[in-house]
C-alpha cells in the first residue's frame, strides 16, 4: 500500500487477469486486498506469482458488473475491471527488488488478441460476500478518483 492508503477488507475468489510473468492471461484463486486507492491480488496456492496491484487512478473506465451472471456456476466471473496499467509487486526474490509499473502499450500485442482492446482486463469473483456490494464500493471510489 502507498501512503495514505486505507485498508478496507480481503477478499477469496477467483480471478480472470493478465500475468505479466508469462504474458498471458489466465484464471487463479486469488487473495483480493480491498484498499482505498486500489485492488491488490496475491496469489496464495501458486507464491511464484508476485503480487499485482490495480490502482484506481489507473483504471480506463468505470468498473463493470453483470447482475444477471449464474451465481451457481462456480466459475462466473461478473465482475471486470479494465485498466492501462498495472504494478508488478516482485515478492519471490531474495534480493529486495522495486515495484515494476507495467503499461498496456508495452503489451498490446497479447492484450488486443484476447480482448481486442490494448487494455489489462480484471474479471473475478468472490467466494463468501455478495459480490454486488464489493462492486458498489469499488464504483464510488472510482468516481472519487475520476
Known sequence: MEEGEVYIQDFFGKSHFFDLTSNMYRMAETTIHFCSRSVILEFPKEPSLPIYKYHLRYFDREPNF??????NNINALPMTIVTN????????SK???PYVLHDAKENADALIEK?????????MNIDFHNISEFFSAIR????LYK
Open 66 to 71: 453483470n447482475a444477471n451472471f449464474n451465481k
Open 85 to 92: 496499467r498495472v504494478i508488478e509487486v516482485p515478492i519471490n
Open 95 to 97: 534480493i529486495p527488488k
Open 115 to 123: 480482448y481486442n482492446e490494448p487494455f489489462y482486463v480484471l474479471s
Open 140 to 143: 464510488d471510489l472510482f468516481h
